[in-house]
């Protein structure tokens, strides 16, 4: 028998149990063995059991099993068939061989063998480890046979085990190994050469139980080594081979265990040869060597008596080098050594002398005059610092100050009398030395004057600035006067009856006066009122009367009553036009109203000065002058003691030295034949209040406001306050009152009318000086605007102890946050999820503002700190429930512009921006009172008028703010103040205007409020978009540049809780959940359903965590990648995503990919069913963003191996003309638009899958009816070619009609889709309904309408992947295998830039050859290379890539394929920049070239320029002055004017105020230059630019209509103009400073709108400059040094090259490398070439020259160079005089006239000879014919032709050869 049905099944892992069917009744015989193995076992069973057990097997092991009957003999029947079957698995049996493979001073490396048994297949390895002396294991998992245990303490013992881990589980540790980690090596090691020995210095190793160090040093393959001490830092290694390159390192040893290496130190011991060193030039000597090695060469070099050793250093290979910027005729040591690659100098050679050659002598130090009489002066000056060789003489030039040319005489003294000269003059002298070489420069011109008394000036002298200053500097002030005590205060005696005057004697001296006052007609007085400089108040009658008298010394003032009832006396008060007022009353305010009249009214009003009597607290009759004004009139009574927080203000510090000068002033007080009592006056402090002090107690109180206070008086403060207010900082303002009483009991009126006219005296004696009444004749008044809407600032006080915070307070809130700051920031990074989930940011500036906002920051949850965007400080958290970011960035509105741009770009999902913080407050806007913005303000001047411009706000967050909502702010402890709220405008200014006034809140009436970052946010149109801005912010005092310090806190918690409290419900947080629709649209009919569900899509999103493990069959089953931008889109598709059959819910999905450098890029995906696909939904950032669309097929292929397609699903444009609102688009052909395609006639087309399209197109689609019923018709499927374009990019139907004609639509992503899904062979279509119109622009309106159009996009979708056929259309299609190829994120992610946008792949370059730095400077680095080796095709450009060293992303700038070098420029100073170039063909990008490092120089400060703004202005202000005068203005005399208008020959254009300074110094060498105001207010300075007639105009405004205007009005007034050259400072594309001479002008046709967009920018024409005046320009070298010796000189160079001239300004890269891309040789843009141009052309005046001379001083972007604009104005301006006022040039200006002021027809033969040697002088240009042609205009034919004839056949050249023709 054989028994039947026999079955094995594993039951333990060491166990099979064995079941069968036996038809008869014996005993059963089973044989068992493994498969692999030939020995059999048998065990018997007896009869009657069907089953058996077999035990004690090997785990996880096949085995064979046969069956047979045994009869009662004991013989086996036969067996059935063999039955395989496997035992089941166990846990592994422990690995083998635990070892050390490698160990440093962190890390150790473990390595091992799988067990001898693993039982099963071994998914992991658990390694377990810890310290010897812990009790606790940390265990780590691991799939290799090897481990690397990071982040250990050095120097330490570790104990390690490790388990083996199958299906089953874990199975034993092995024996504990010990393990040891390596000591931290030293570290700063420094090799230094001495004489015989190398010195080696390190830092002791951190790790303890150091036993010493070894020093290892190296050369070939010898290796030595030293070994000291642990306590040692320094070893020496001696008997060094010479001429050898040694490595040496330094290593930590504790016991046996060493550590790694220090970083070698290479040191070579070569020592060069045949070192000679020559002078070459005055301050330069020549070095050569000979090369024993390729190594760097590094020169020391010293003056021989200097122990100051500089140094430089040469690149290998090279043999000489020269040593500049050296001392003339010293001699100097230099020393030359080789330097390794590690900067470790060699040993010396022997020093070498030798003396560098002479030069000319500096200028003598100073020229002085020692005496002076009516006709000679004698002058003395030391020897020049530098003689540079023997001094032979000295030359003296001198002349009179009305003379030109300067006379020299010759000494050998350092002294000189000229005799001979006329007295009573002004005469202008100057020294130079002479030695060997030659005569050096001369010192500065030295004014001196011949001696006789100096008459009172009339107004014509020349001098009079100059004379004022001189005299000025001459004064001696006072010693400063002690204090006085608090105690009481005495004061010397005087009998009331010896007083010199009473009320009486006063009102009698001014009797008449004011009679004759009355009687003067009011009109008079109205016409002198134009001419008031000086303002004197008086209170009382006493003070008037006193005052009048002095007033009336010279005409009867005339008495004028304005508008508001002031009564002024009009008249000259010391020779000074005066108005005198009394007050009404005394006290603060009737002083304050006064002063604001006054300067309405007297618009050239110089000095206010408050005469009359005080409280002194001294001696009576005392005059007391103002050093300051304390003011004491806001008062606090503290806890102990009064708080005074009223200002202090300076009085004017020109009246101050006035008033100081030294002028022999005495005023007796008492009568004739009485005691002599002389008046003394004292410069202190005065205090001013408005209350009368009548008792020593309060007195004394005041006093401790400022114990130097000598006097009190009411009225001061007043004037102060309405003199700030007026913004009037050209009038002065001074105190000078006379003491009358003490201010206690003893107060009487006796010393009044004697104090008074002690203080009326002084004053007139003080200002009755030349000085000044030089100073208020010669300056010049600036008109500035009057306000007249009334105060009503809203002033209370607080007490400080009472506020509810401080700034402790809100730190200490914020302390637990700010703490963790370092740490968080090292180990969190923000990922695209995490970025595009911030919905909120709040703008913050100052501390207090950002710890109140990040005090409810933290209310919902830590929030994390984020380093990665300009700003200060950056917090992301909740705010209030919503996703938000915290940022505290730099005061003003660029920086909150550039904080904003850079917010908007790293959180793309921002929906609202709200600046929190404090503010400066006036109006009903009191202290710790809420502001929200209702509108924002801006003020500018606009062709000299104020205007005011509006900007509207979010009304949307207006409506949530303005939503009650209960909301009380406690401002104090004590609940006695609460915050109120206003809606109202808030002004902003920028951080410029605002520093330079205080009373702008009088600039716009409406608003409340004014501060300096809402502006720069509100003018990001285009970022901002649809997003919501808004200001909220806490009055804080009334003048933002000194907030109230006490309140800040407060008002910054104020304004925090005020935006949390509004934002903290539910409607709000819903809102921004649906991307910031109105929550309030939910009830309309067809969304309710679909809104819900939306909604509860996002409540599970924030609070469902993703799976920690997705089943692979999840993975595996995955075929369709959906792919949305925005959150309407991303809630619509998920909508329909359904569950998998075996599972409950949808999957939430996070792949991690780790590209080292720890750089963790997380992306999340949704997985679940769509119809009868597997599918995963993702959302991306929007167009070609690095996470976006680029890059979404190949991480998906990574996790699902089987995608086969991907479908952008969302929301697009449509073209009105073609499709409806909500038709579906599907399109796998987009047309690529970015800044490639400007001047391309179409874009180029990019495909996707055509099986594809033609599958969605053919389905039937209907679509669900609560998603159409308020449609006015069903969808259309729309089959067709979509526009892609890059972000930034708005559409428009004008710009569909030029690059896509056929489009039918536009979006962002397709382009980088079908680009990146190509490589990976996965089908890919786009699929978006039509949301909105190419020219509608979006709004808050249309947020229901991108729901209902991502719905419907999604519902199309669903239905296509719900069809039985989607597994063959696009399953089945699938073009790739489903094995998984890994490979390197970063190589995919440089393949994927250089594929987007090409279709094809072959034939692409290799690397660009040789790139290197042919210059570097602080901000523009030159690059230079080679072109490929395989440039096959032609390159159509070359792409730069450069970044800083920190920096993650590379920049990116094109060149044109003829290129072979390029400047780029915009760079910052002192940074470390990587540079790589690629050549681009019709294939596609090439390889990248290799990356060189460059380092751009330090930044230069502004101290470190030769010129400077104030520079300009100190000497431009009086040159101005001195044009402004009557005798210098043309237009009262005609003749005049037509006569100099006709002398003119040359035209200065320039624009900017440096520019026009600048020109305007050098046009005034020779002469003071002529005025004339022409028609549209145009003015013209005529005079002498190096000895040629010129017209010098500065433009109103820059750019075309200012300077065609000019050109125009110049050409028609101008008859003998004969060139115009436009002279100031430009955009360079090359090193600031630098001078360009313009060969062509390109002009630049700017940006036209193009629907909401601009369209690019283009080249429309090339004109050619004037080839005269570019020769004549080229004619010489010349030199400009714009900055001192820091780091070096910087000269400036000139460059002959085109310039690019527009109409718009370069503030931005992006704009300046679009312009450059026009004409790449172009090195400049300016505004102003193309309006001239056009004059000419307008006029067709082609014999007129026209050329630009600019200097760069910016690089047209963000960073501006200020200090940079007056270097660059004086070089242009220099380098034009300096060829103006060489002789062929000067000759060709006079070569015009005299042939064009014969005028007849008919010319002899004689006449044509004569003339024609007149151009012998200068040489000509090539085309000599054109040349005489222009010369030579007024000839008739024949004369003109035999001229012609004989300049042709002359050899003309430089030489002045008189026989020349």
Known sequence: YVPDNVAVEGVTPASLKVSWILATDHDVVIEYKMVDSSDW????????????????????????????????????????????????PDVPTTPVKLSLDEATSNTVTLTWSSPVSPNGEITEYRLQYK??????????????????????????????????????????????TTVHTSPVAPTNVEVRMLVDTVQVTWCPSSSTDITGYLISYTTGDVTQTVQVDETATIASLHKLKVSSIYSIAVQAVSNSRKSDKSNEILLPTYVPDNVALEGVTPASLKVSWTLSTDHDIVIYYKMVDSSDCKSETVTSGRTTHIISGLVPHEDYSVQVAFMSSSGVTGAFCETVNCKSGPDVPTAPVKLSLDKATSNTVKLSWPSPVSPNGEISEYRLQYKSALERQFSTISVTDEFCTINELTAN??????????????????????????????????????????????????????????????????????????????????????????????????????????????????????????????MAKGDIPKSLTISTGTRFFLGKYANIPTALVQLLDQGILPCSNVVSAALNKFRKLRAIVLVGVCAIFGNLGDVVVSTQIVGCDHLKHGKDKMINRSPTANVGSRLLRFLKAQHAWRFNCNKDGKPVHYSTQHFKPVLSAPILLANQKSRNEYRKFCPEALGFEMEGIGAMNALRESDKSNVELVVVKAGCDHADESKSKEWQPVAAMAAADFVYHQFNQRPVHLWFRAATVIKQPSFNVDDDDVFKEIDPDELRFSSKDLEDQVSNILVNEQRDTTDFTLNEIQCSDVKLLLLTVKDCEFNSSLHYLAKSGTPKSYTEIYAIRCFVGKFAGIPAAVVQHGSGSSESALTVYEALNTFTNIQAIISVGVCAGFGKLGDLDVIVSSKIVEHKQYQGRKVNTHYD?????????????????????????????????????????????????????????????????????????????????????????????????????????????????????????????????????????????????????????????????????????LLTVNKNEHLAARYYLQPFDDHEHVFRFQQRLDYGSHQLDVTEYYLGKYGACSVAIRRIPPGSARHGASTAPMKARKCFPNLAAVIAVGIARGVET?????????????????????????????????????????????????????????????????????EGVEMSQELINRYAPIAIGSEMEGAYLFTAAQPQKIQGVIVKSVSLFVDKKRNEGVQNTVLTASLLAANYVHAVLSCPQVHTKIIGHKEHSSRIIRTDIRSFYTGVSRQIGKTVHQNVLTDPKELHVSNATSSTVTLSWLPPDSSIETISEYQIHYKRTNQKVYDKLTVNGDSKGYTVVGLKAGVTYLFKVAAVNEAGCGYDSNIITVTTKPSVGAEDFIYSHSYLKIKGDKLIQLCNRPEFELFRHEKQLQVFCDSVKLLLVTSANNEFLAVLQHMAKNEVPKTVRMKNDIRFF????????????????????????????????????????????????????????????VRCEDNKCIGEKRSPVKQSSVTDTSSVLLYYLKADDWKFTCTKSFPDPCLSQVYYKPILSGSESLAKKEKREEYRQLNLDAMGFEKDGIGILDALHDYDKKNINFIIVKAGCNHGDEAKYIDWQPVAAIAAAQFVYNKLDQEPFRHWFEQDSEINTDKSASHTQTEVKRKSKSFAGFEYLPDKQLTAKRALGSLDEVEEKEVINQLTRSPLSCTNTKDTL
């Open 41 to 88: 076992k048998s065990e018997a069973v007896s009869s009657g059991t069907t089953t058996h057990t077999i035990s004690g097997l090997v785990p996880h092991e096949d085995y064979s099993v046969q069956v047979a009957c045994m009869s009662s003999s004991g013989v086996t029947g036969s067996f059935c068939e063999t039955v395989n079957c496997k035992s089941g």
């Open 1582 to 1641: 005529i005079g002498k630019y190096a000895n040629t007639s010129t017209a010098l105009v500065q433009l109103l405004k820059p750019g075309y209509s200012q300077s065609n205007l000019v050109a125009k009005e110049a050409i028609e007034r101008f008859s003998n103009l004969k060139a115009i050259m436009s002279v100031g400072v430009c955009t360079i594309f090359g090193n600031l400073g630098d001078v360009i001479v313009a060969t062509k002008v």
């Open 425 to 550: 003059e002004k005469h202008e002298v100057k020294v130079a030395a002479v030695n060997e070489v030659g005569c050096g420069p001369y010192t500065d011109i030295t004014p001196v004057h011949t001696s006789k008394s100096v008459p009172q000036s009339n107004g014509d002298d020349d001098t009079i600035i100059d004379e004022c200053d001189s005299t000025m500097d001459n004064f001696e002030e006072e010693t400063t006067q002690p204090s006085l005590p608090l105690t009481d205060i005495s004061s010397i005696k005087v009998d009331a009856g010896d007083l010199r005057y009473t009320v009486e004697d006063l009102k009698q001296l001014t009797f008449d006066t004011i009679r004759k006052c009355d009687e003067k007609d009011e009109n008079e007085a109205e016409l002198v009122s134009a001419s008031v400089q000086l303002l004197l108040i008086t209170v009382n009658d006493i003070e008037f009367y006193a005052t009048l008298y002095y």
């Open 131 to 176: 310290r010897a002396l812990e009790t606790r294991f940390s265990t780590i998992t691991v799939t290799d046979e090897f481990c690397t245990l990071n982040e250990l303490t050095a120097n330490e013992k570790y104990e390690v085990k490790v388990a083996a881990v199958n299906e089953v589980g874990c199975g034993p540790y092995t024996d504990i």
């Open 953 to 1121: 706000i979010s009304p949307k967050l207006l409506s949530i703010l303005k939503t009650k909502c209960d909301w009380v702010f406690n401002c104090t402890k004590s609940s006695s103040k609460h915050s109120t709220v206003h809606f109202e405008p808030v002004l902003s200014l920028p951080l410029l205007i605002q520093a330079k006034r205080d009373g702008l809140k009088r600039i716009c009436s409406e608003a409340l409020g004014y501060e300096m970052e809402g502006l720069g946010v509100i003018k990001l149109h285009e970022e901002l978009q649809d997003r919501h801005f808004i200001i909220v912010k806490t009055g804080c005092g009334n003048n933002y540049e000194c907030l109230n310090e006490d309140l800040l806190p407060t008002a910054a918690m104020a304004a925090a809780d005020f935006v949390f409290c509004h934002l903290n419900r539910e409607t709000v947080r819903q809102w921004f959940d649906l991307g910031g629709s109105a929550p309030h649209d939910e009830h309309k009919p067809g969304l309710s359903s679909c809104l819900s569900k939306a909604k509860i899509l996002i409540k599970h999103a924030v609070e469902e965590e993703p799976e920690p493990d997705v089943p692979n069959e999840v993975l595996q089953s995955v075929s369709v990648l």
């Open 1218 to 1286: 073609k499709v409806n609102l909500y038709d579906i688009l599907v399109s796998t052909k987009v047309i690529k638009y970015d800044s490639a395609s400007i001047h391309k006639s179409g874009g180029e087309i990019i495909s996707g899958s055509s099986n594809l399209q033609e599958f969605f197109t053919s389905q039937v689609w209907n679509p669900e009816a609560e998603l159409i019923q308020d449609l006015q018709e069903k969808p259309k499927i729309n089959c067709g070619t979509l526009l892609s374009h890059t």
